[in-house]
């Protein structure tokens, strides 16, 4: 058995929660002195895709994000970490296999690496919802002596509605099932245009947060939250569009994803 097979085999057959980090873009190491903040993409990567690319993309060069107690940003302070969830909240099994999408995460990695000069690293967990997915990621780094790091998990705003959502947490509170994820990470949200929601009362959920008018939500979580408007070419991207067309054998889903990942799937079909 492939070392990569006996590691997903290790989270597929795990009773606990784990993380595992996979893979690292040669580039550099996924954590260095200088690290202070983990961009954190978390998805079923089934296939990696533009809309992905640019929720990175954005995160880096949002400035709130930046740790304020150092004299400069520096893009050796931050870290890209692509993580499989092979367990998922709401969605049941889906093609294609994780080795197949591990295999275009690394080359997703590499293209991170590249374009935009950050180390990124891949992983993978069994955990369904981020406030465990959190934890599993920071006990991993506190065995690498790597402690005091901020996770900042980088979502749509569909998820973001989830991640706030009660009926995962029951029997909690909220305020009590998030309150520590909130203590030490963030979150930064694009825009996306499949919600009912228009582009404006996304932009200002954060500001209805912040003025108590969401009964579960503490106001102060709203400091935590960073919600900007995704660019119109890659908003409408998605996975599950993708997928189609792949099956009906069009060809224009090439230019919505990265050319590294299009020669995958093109060579492997994952989706045949
Ligand atoms: N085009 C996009 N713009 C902004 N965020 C996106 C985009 N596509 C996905 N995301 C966000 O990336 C995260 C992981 O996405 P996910 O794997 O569910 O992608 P997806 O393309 O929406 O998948 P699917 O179509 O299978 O539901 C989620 O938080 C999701 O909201
Ligand atoms: N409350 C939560 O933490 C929560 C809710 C819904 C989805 N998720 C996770 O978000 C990720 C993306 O989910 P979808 O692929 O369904 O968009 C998955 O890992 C899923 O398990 C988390």
């Known amino acids: ?7 997903l085999q290790s989270i597929l057959s795990a009773g606990h929660n784990s993380f595992k980090l996979v893979y690292t873009a040669p580039a550099n190491q996924f ?8 961009l954190v993409l978390d998805s079923s990567f089934n296939p990696p895709h533009n809309g992905h690319f640019s929720l990175i993309a954005k995160s880096m060069n949002h400035s709130r994000l930046d740790d304020h107690s150092m004299s400069h940003t520096s893009i050796n302070s931050k870290s890209v970490l692509l993580l499989l969830s092979v367990k ?9 296999k994780f080795e197949d999408r591990l295999a275009m995460m690394y080359k997703m990695a590499d293209h991170i690496s590249e374009q935009l000069g950050v180390a990124c690293g891949v992983g993978i ?7 465990d997915k959190a934890k599993e990621i920071q006990n991993y780094l506190a065995e690498t002596q790597s402690n005091n790091l901020k996770l900042t998990f980088l979502l749509g705003y569909d998820t973001l509605i989830r991640l706030l959502d009660p009926k995962y947490y029951v029997p909690q509170k909220l305020g009590d099932a998030l309150g520590s994820f909130f203590s030490t990470n963030d979150c930064f949200v694009l825009t996306r245009k499949n919600t ?12 209805m947060i912040k003025d108590g008018q969401l009964a579960d939500v503490p106001a102060t979580w709203a400091d935590k939250i960073h919600v900007v408007s995704g660019d119109d070419k890659n908003l409408n991207v998605s ?13 224009s889903w090439t230019s919505n994803t990265m050319p590294k990942v299009a020669e995958y799937i093109t060579s492997h079909h994952p989706y045949q």
């Open 125 to 131: 967990t069994n955990c369904s919802l981020f406030v």
């Open 196 to 207: 009912s929601l228009s582009l404006e009362d996304q932009l200002s959920f954060v500001g």
């Open 88 to 96: 998922n909240a709401d969605k049941g099994v889906q093609p294609a």
């Open 239 to 251: 996975s599950s569009d993708i997928r189609k067309l792949i099956q009906a054998n069009e060809t």
């Open 1 to 7: 058995m492939s070392s990569l097979t006996s590691q």
């Open 31 to 38: 954590i260095l002195p200088l690290t202070k903040q983990i």
